[in-house]
């Protein structure tokens, strides 16, 4: 009996040794399969990786509004050269951030009557199964005709037709100069629009169509809301339920022009200045600034798409559109981007 007593005690240790081992093995392996389900839909990057390269396309591009639409990439950029030469959009289009397609002349000043040149910074929105394109035209001074108009289309590489026949916005309110403007979805629904030019940011309510603006409570229609050191090209996103304010600051056609954030937990501020976090690198290119930022839908994923000046460019319209990723540290706080050649890994939306 003391024999076979112990002989189950020697099977029972024996067995928990066995169990022990096994959790130590299957622990590792569990959490390697978590952060490969995790990573699924996202580029993974091996040896044999495929990147986007910086610049992302041919061309002189500038201040680059992206959007994802129908699991495609979108960048709607300025065209880069002398105010009068300024008279028409391109758009471009990707399914894998490596691939790119130009959709010539969107619009242009043979459909905006009112617009004549500097046609600049643009900004897309879909609502309700139509695309959005605002704009800047004009470079306006006090008395002029011009400012930030709209147009709509049934898709996102047009054509788009002139919604207004006139600019949405064609005044200069609170010193802001009606250009940059960033069209913002809040999580009430309600639609808001950034803009301004001259160091100052104004923000108003859009009506439902876009064909004009809708009073605050106090019932005023333009709120300013420059923060510290803004020059333009602002910029708003919601992450972990704090408002990322973005903007450009520095004078666009110099090295320095750089971007800057701060965080808010509503979308009027104030505004807690972080810092910058896009500047040039005098190894890779100058005037690094004017960012728009594509989130992956359902992922906690973020890219940064901006211009920046080649090294061996003196030219101020000589700018490219680039693309970085966009990353943040444990407190929330968005890391600084390194400027690349290589750009971001190929990425598509088709299995996220």
């Not at 990573?39 to 495929?50: K, L, R, W, Y």
């Not at 394109?133 to 147009?151: H, K, L, Q, R, T």
Request: hydrophobic share 35%; charged share 25%; glycine share 8%.
């Amino acid at each position: 009996m003391y024999i076979i007593y112990c002989q189950k005690i020697n099977f029972i240790d024996r067995l928990l040794t066995i169990l022990k081992s096994l959790r130590m093995k299957i622990i590792p392996f569990l959490i390697f399969m978590f952060l490969i389900v995790k990573s699924c839909g996202q580029s993974v990057e091996t040896p044999d990786t495929v990147y986007s390269g910086n610049p992302l396309f041919d061309g002189w591009y500038a201040d680059p509004a992206s959007r994802i639409y129908n699991d495609t990439f979108w960048i709607f950029p300025t065209y880069s050269d002398y105010f009068h030469k300024q008279v028409f959009f391109d758009c471009f289009s990707s399914p894998d951030l490596v691939n790119w397609t130009r959709h010539e002349r969107i619009i242009d000043t043979t459909e905006v009557q009112w617009a004549n040149s500097a046609m600049w910074a643009p900004a897309s929105v879909k609502k309700d199964d139509k695309y959005y394109f605002f704009f800047a035209a004009n470079d306006i001074y006090e008395g002029d005709i011009g400012g930030i108009g709209v147009a709509v289309s049934d898709q996102p590489e047009g054509p788009y037709k002139d919604l207004l026949g006139k600019p949405l916005i064609g005044e200069i309110v609170n010193g802001a100069q009606p250009i940059d403007q960033y069209v913002f979805l809040d999580t009430d629904g309600t639609y808001y629009m950034y803009y301004g030019g001259w160091g100052r940011c104004n923000v108003v309510r859009l009506n439902d169509d876009f064909t004009g603006l809708i009073p605050f409570e106090d019932g005023t229609y333009y709120r300013e809301v420059t923060p510290e050191n803004y020059v333009e090209g602002p910029f708003m996103f919601i992450r972990d339920g704090k408002y990322y304010f973005m903007w450009s600051e520095g004078g666009w056609t110099g090295p320095n022009y750089q971007v800057a954030y701060a965080v808010s937990d509503n979308p009027f501020g104030p505004f807690e200045r972080k810092g910058v976090i896009l500047k040039q690198d005098p190894e890779v290119a100058r005037g690094a600034g004017h960012h728009s930022v594509l989130e992956v839908p359902g992922k906690d994923e973020y890219y940064i798409v901006y211009h920046r000046r080649p090294l061996e460019e003196t030219h101020r319209n000589h700018r490219v559109v680039c693309i970085e990723r966009l990353e943040f540290d444990s407190e929330g706080n968005i890391l600084p981007v390194e400027l690349t050649f290589k750009g971001v890994p190929s990425r598509t939306l088709t299995d996220r």
